[in-house]
């Protein structure tokens, strides 16, 4: 398994400018995140989806879109970059067993907005 | 709101355990406690999670008190590559609408293993 994997690694935007930050995990799970990390910080939640067809906000969803139409794939929209929106953004899934949810998370896109 | 309070940093010499303490004072009755660490630029990596009983895997043991206001994660034997950001996290059983997916990543403990 490849896990959860993340394109591209890395992008400059300019401001204004939209892009798709991709997202595919092969686990078969359930559950995706997008988070965002910014300098020094923690992560926070941007968006989530419990399954194909199902997403919604998490802390700090303003300024992004997302779609789940299938189980691996979680894309993350970005219409109007801005340059509050420079940060790492990390995919995460899990498959929710039980009472517990082990989050997987892909390697990160490095994102800059200039 | 951070539910949890860790040091900032700690230091660890190589084949030393690495004991990184979690405050969590005001957790509910179904609220776990997991942890994840997260490797300079990498992504965040499950390490444990328990909700009162002490728990030990291949990479780890969590040691949480009797009244779990507060818990120790342990690395037995501490290596270089064990150097990272540890977060220390309190969230509901279950996702979906009971809250389960307000999983909070604060500031976390930065622990360097020294050679």
Redo the contacts between chains.
């Keep these: 398994n490849a896990g959860v994997t993340q394109t591209p690694k890395f992008r400059i935007l300019k401001i204004g400018q939209s892009m798709t930050l991709q997202c595919t995990q092969d686990m078969n799970h359930n559950y995706m995140y997008w988070y965002r990390q910014d300098p020094g910080m923690g992560l926070k939640l941007i968006y989530y989806s419990v399954g194909a067809g199902i997403t919604d906000k998490g802390e700090v969803p303003n300024g992004y879109n997302v779609s789940r139409s299938t189980t691996e794939d979680f894309p993350l929209r970005l219409e109007l970059a801005a340059p509050s929106q420079t940060s790492v953004y990390f995919c995460a899934s899990s498959p929710l067993a039980g009472d517990t949810d082990t989050q997987y998370f892909g390697p990160g896109t490095r994102l800059t907005v200039l | 709101d951070a539910k949890t309070t860790q040091p900032p940093s700690m230091d660890c010499a190589e084949g030393r355990a690495a004991n990184l303490p979690c405050n969590h004072s005001t957790i509910s009755g179904n609220e776990?406690v997991?942890w994840?660490r997260q490797i300079h630029?990498?992504?965040?990596?499950?390490i444990i999670?328990g909700l009162k009983n002490n728990e030990t895997n291949e990479m780890a043991s969590l040691i949480i008190t009797e009244d779990r206001k507060s818990s120790t994660l342990i690395l037995p034997h501490a290596t270089l590559r064990d150097t990272a950001v540890y977060?220390c996290i309190v969230?509901p059983?279950?996702?979906?609408n009971t809250g389960?997916?307000?999983?909070?990543?604060?500031?976390?403990t930065r622990l360097f293993v020294k050679a």
């Design positions: 776990y997991y994840y630029s990498q992504g965040p990596q499950y999670h977060y969230r059983a279950g996702g979906g389960g997916f307000k999983t909070i990543f604060g500031a976390g």
